[in-house]
């Protein structure tokens, strides 16, 4: 790529990282430490942790948070132990199922789950078909505040993630770092403490970290679940009076800080320990063969957890095809007419033509974008390029609520951002804000080809005449399009469900987005609950395809995606 | 010092032997070399002596002991693994305590013991230095301390040298064998480099698809290959095919007919006299021809052009066409003049104690 390019590249995602990332912090900063009369002032952030209210709010985010990240390692670590030393029955399978948890967005999933662990719910209704529990006083599951059902809901969808992490740096562990515990008469079980989980210590933490944050900033589960005594729901409920109400900004901006803390120390704390030992590995990981009793006890647990975490989609299927469903083990009487009538609601097919749209636009320009980036990172030496890498990478880090509140705050009259309101439709803060997002995804999986790509075929083809950036489109991207597709894939599919930026950002009910449509129904009186869990089906069984289209194009490193 | 007896051990991968059938003995105090080419199974057997790997047949004893089923922790080895495998969470003399550690040894004796360790590789002073900031040769002697220093039974080194450089690799060779004889140890090396086996060992083995081809000194098994194999993979050396005409004038001396004329070879293996009409091979060394004119008498001699001149410094290398078919390599020592390739006919000479016979 020729350097005029390559600086091109750079400027565009400057000035687009700079419009699209920067300024909507800086506005919610600026509206959180400035006063009437444009004084800084610390008093709306203080006002935060002085008012009870918002005060209770924080502490439940943070619980739910630490619940939800302690309920994944619980469940994740011991997985992914059991997967990479040992082989058992149906292990691929099984291990392939752990993903289903994030093909159902979480709110959906919600629904699901209260179908099923409710007081009025099939699991209640089972126990006392089984005459295990009394009909006056039917269990809470969920937790009186509901806080224990966000918890569980959080748990179900997240541990994929801190397994994911958790298995890879398990598996990346020179073997020889072991022997070399066992060869100087450490036994098994203290060589796991010693040695094992301080080298993966940094993979763990990091998924940890995802897990965290993407917990205490969650917002469509409690939302569902309808709990407004946690920070994200309190923002939200905020959103409907911004003009002179400085507390959502500073609501914001605490969040921000605590989430950036999050994860600022997760770096630190394990940056510096890398799992590698002085060469390279040497020997490759064997797995042990169990007898057969207990292989099948390996199978037995790993299919009880990912069975677990099928729940919400379970309720979910079912809730789409009950005609009816009240304290029973399942619907009495099935129905295809929730399927029909979303068909012909008005809000879910215009909803689910918005989301279409504003997807595809969104994912359009994360590739090219992403290719640009990539590249430039990749291939070039361009000045500054860590830096161009580490604007791509920063959206990772910034919780959607935050990123969404921001669009929103200065997308008002008079605000910078007010130009991509088109009048009332929001498809263009809608596009950037998804874009943004999804940025990261696109520009690892794109960065990944290139770095699989030897720079001599495309020397090769210079050599025999071609311009740089026409050995670019001859020859390298071809080569690279199996990680792009994955790339779009997955960037189009979480567009087309996100939550955060859809719920806050779409104000009207002609330009709502499917999840926000979902959010509607499941919250109106009547069949609504029924008709959102037959769009949520549908976006279910959406997800399952893209995933799998992405999962067939780049198979193993299909995981690396969902990695820090 | 232990020594360390391995009888009929087997081990399969799936369908594949790696291992058949070995029965080796390596006796007290002795650095014994495991050497050939990659995939021949001298690291699985190594592993198998660490305890890392459990045979499917055979066994394993230190001095009386069975160890075969004995867990890797229980053994009392030390071994340098080939990446090192240090731990970046602990410093240069938390990995070299680790095995004290273990041990229960009581604190003012580890860090006197690691103080020693680390003396002994000339690491003094760098105990608090984290593994990254140590180069390549450090680390590798920080491996050495850390396998040292619980005095082990004996040490395995598993191709420790292969991730240094040339200059580096030539000290280090000198070092493990110095250090190797200073404590007494059992030694126990794979490397698939034979210029480190031959400087170094005591006695070798040579192994090929599982099995052990030869076993014996470094002398022993570059003068008198078992086969091909070996003298092609210990050494360089000219391979003649040819059919046996009948025993030599002298005791252990054949006839032998080549595609250069007949020539009087050698045979070094005890029990083996091949009959006349049978097939064998003649092994030459590069470096036991000699370009001469002095008019040295041996019946052996050869002649041709010179095909090809490559000058190293110490040496010269020559390419000799006799024929169509055959040319023979030879190394020159200290070459005062070199011949250069042309149409001129010379001679070569080797003694026949150097032309060595082996199975066809």
Known sequence: MSKTLSRTVFGVMLVFFALFFVLPIWGTLRSAFIDADGHFTLEFVLEVFRNALYREGLVNSFIIAAWTTLGCLLTALPLAIVYVRFDFPGKTLLNSLVLTPLILPPFVGALGIQAMLGQAGALNSLLMGLGLMSREQPMDWLGNGQMAGVVIMNVLHLYPIVYLNAAAALANLDPALEEAASNLGCPPWRRFWRITLPLTMPGIFAGSAIAFIWAFTELGVPLVFDFDRVTSVQIFNAIKDLSNNPFPYALVVVLLFFSTLFYGLSKLAFERSVATGGGRATTGRETVTLSAPRALLCTAAFATLTGLALIPHLGVILLSFAQDWYATIIPDTLTLRHYEEALGHELTLGSIANSLKYASLATLLDVVLGIGVAYVVVRTTLPGRQLLDAMAMLPLAVPGLVMAFGYLALSREGQPLHALMLGEDPLLLLVVAYAMRRLPYVVRSAAAGFQQVNPILEEAAQNLGASPERALWRITLPLVTPNLIAGALLAFSFAMLEVSDSMILAQQAAHFPITKAIYTLASSLGDGPALAAALGVWSMVFLTITMLGAGAVLGKKLGALFRT | ?360
């Open chain 2, 1 to 360: 010092m232990v020594a360390i007896t391995v009888d009929r051990l087997t081990k399969r991968f799936g369908t594949a032997t790696v291992l058949a059938d070995i029965n080796l003995r390596i006796e007290p105090g002795e650095l014994f070399f495991l050497l050939g080419p990659s995939g021949c199974g001298k690291t699985t057997l190594l592993r198998h002596l660490a305890g890392f790997y459990t045979p499917d047949a055979g066994t394993i004893h230190f001095d009386d002991e069975d160890v075969t089923h004995l867990p890797a922790h229980q053994r009392g080895t030390g071994m340098m693994f080939q990446s090192y495998a240090l731990w970046p969470h602990m410093t240069v003399a938390e990995n070299v305590a680790f095995g004290l550690e273990e041990r229960k040894c009581p604190q003012p004796e580890i860090a006197a013991r690691v103080a020693e360790a680390l003396a002994a590789v000339k690491l003094e002073g760098l105990g608090e230095r984290r593994i990254q900031q140590l180069s390549g040769g450090q680390q590798q002697r920080v491996a050495l301390a850390r396998a040292l220093v619980i005095r082990p039974k004996c040490l395995f080194l598993d191709e420790p040298l292969s991730n240094l450089d040339a200059k580096l690799r030539l000290d280090m060779r000198t070092e493990i064998r110095r250090i190797c004889k200073e404590f007494g140890l059992t030694g126990i090396y794979v490397t698939h480099d034979q210029e480190e086996a031959l400087s170094m060992a005591d006695r070798l083995a040579v192994m090929e698809a599982g099995r052990l081809v030869q076993v014996g000194t470094p002398l022993e098994v570059y003068r008198n290959p078992v086969n091909r194999m070996v003298a092609e993979f210990i050494g360089e050396t000219n391979i003649l095919p040819g059919t046996v005409i009948g025993p030599g004038t002298e005791a252990a001396q054949f006839e032998v007919d080549t595609d250069t004329g007949p020539l009087t070879a050698s045979c070094h293996l005890a029990g083996w006299r091949p009959a006349p009409g049978e097939p064998v091979l003649v092994s030459l060394r590069p470096e036991a021809l000699r370009l001469t004119d002095d008019g040295e008498t041996s019946s052996d001699r050869f002649s041709g052009c010179i095909d090809n001149t490559m000058y190293l410094g110490a040496t010269a290398q020559y390419e000799l066409r006799l024929n169509d078919r055959v040319a023979l390599k030879i190394t020159q020592m200290n070459p005062t003049a070199l011949l250069e390739p042309s149409g001129t006919t010379v001679t070569a000479t080797v003694r026949i104690d150097d032309v060595v016979m082996l199975p066809g």
